[in-house]
């Protein structure tokens, strides 16, 4: 006859609670993971952008002009904009026997979409909008009527003479996780 041997072992109670405890730890430690991901790309962005301003205004010492964005209608062409100002960044330029002037900046390939043509994109991989409606004595920034995805130019105060937009996290223009280089 054989003795009666007792398992000590889990109930299954007692592991259905501590999966619990683990899935509810994992969903909060991956929650803080996606935020942090998304601030990494807001910073990225803007980062971007104050590169991009101060090529630009290198640019300007320069040419005594900005880079310009290719728009001649009262709505500006995001696409058609941000590939002039890449290729206007990018080149390096010698007129009749001058000193070369640029490349203004060199792009990593992360924030460039990789077709053509090519554009300048944010870190959610959407083209940024560029406008150049810079005159003597007034600036501009692109103003977006909320969730439309259109923009137009309207009058403000932007200490950059050039305007540059993502769409952000939402990938839509005009709501308000846009980023902008004119405000902070």
Same mark, same amino acid.
């Given at each position: ?65 900005? $880079?310009? @964005? *290719?728009?001649?209608? &009262?709505?500006?062409?995001? !696409?058609?904009?941000?590939?002039? =100002?890449?290729? #206007? ?56 009527? $909320?969730? @439309? *995805?259109?923009?137009? &130019?309207?009058?403000?105060? !932007?200490?950059?003479?050039?305007? =540059?937009?993502? #769409? ?17």
């Amino acid at each position: 006859m054989r003795p009666n041997k007792r398992y000590e072992a889990f109930t299954l109670m007692e592991l259905v609670i501590v999966i619990a405890i683990i899935s509810a730890l994992a969903g909060m430690i991956l929650a803080g993971v996606f935020k942090a991901v998304e601030r990494s790309r807001s910073a990225g962005t803007v980062t971007l952008f104050k590169n991009i301003d101060l090529a630009c205004r290198t640019y300007f010492i320069d040419w005594g002009k900005y $880079p310009p @964005d *290719g728009n001649t209608g &009262s709505t500006p062409d995001a !696409n058609g904009a941000n590939n002039v =100002l890449y290729m #206007a960044l990018i080149a390096e330029v010698a007129l009749s026997g001058a000193p070369a002037w640029g490349p203004y900046m060199e792009f990593d390939t992360r924030v460039l979409n990789g077709s053509e043509p090519e554009l300048i994109i944010d870190y959610w991989r959407i083209p940024i909008v560029y406008d150049n409606n810079w005159t003597e004595g007034t600036d501009y920034k692109l103003a977006a009527t $909320p969730g @439309d *995805g259109e923009f137009d &130019s309207a009058e403000t105060d !932007n200490n950059s003479k050039v305007d =540059l937009l993502s #769409a952000g996290p939402d990938k839509i223009l005009g709501t308000a996780d846009d980023v902008n280089n004119w405000e902070d």
